[in-house]
């Protein structure tokens, strides 16, 4: 079993920035893709963006790329998601999701417990 540990979140004001982390329980290849979804008040969870430990292989949500950006440090074991020019829209609870390394025989999918950000002024 793997558990992620988010940080980062809080209150911003409009064009504002957060940078979100999320660190894996286990070593870094206990996980293969890390991930960021969010979920805004009566809105369904949402893809965020998508990285590897090697960092060749990422993706995000086409409405955000531009300002968020999504980084993975293996040495420090921690994946970080940089939102820049934030928009009240943005305002959600914000979760790390992680697949478990088949190699190791886990399947599963994790995920985080959330950090709250909201983007006021």
């Known amino acids: 079993q793997v558990q992620l540990a988010e940080s980062g979140g809080g209150l911003v004001q409009p064009g504002g920035s957060l940078r979100l982390a999320c660190a894996p329980s286990?070593?870094?290849?206990?996980?293969?893709?890390m991930a960021w979804f969010r979920q805004a008040p009566g809105k369904e969870r949402e893809f965020v963006a998508y990285i590897n430990w090697t960092g060749r292989n990422v993706a995000y949500a086409h409405s955000l790329e531009g300002r968020f950006t999504i980084s993975a440090d293996s040495a420090k074991n921690t994946v970080y998601l940089q939102m820049n020019t934030l928009k009240p829209e943005d305002t959600a609870v914000y979760y790390c999701?992680?697949?478990?390394?088949?190699?190791?025989?886990?399947?599963?999918?994790?995920w985080g417990q959330g950090v709250q950000v909201t983007v006021s002024s």
């Open positions: 999701n992680a697949d478990g390394n088949p190699v190791y025989g886990d399947y599963n999918v994790y």
């Open positions: 286990r070593r870094t290849l206990s996980t293969t893709v």
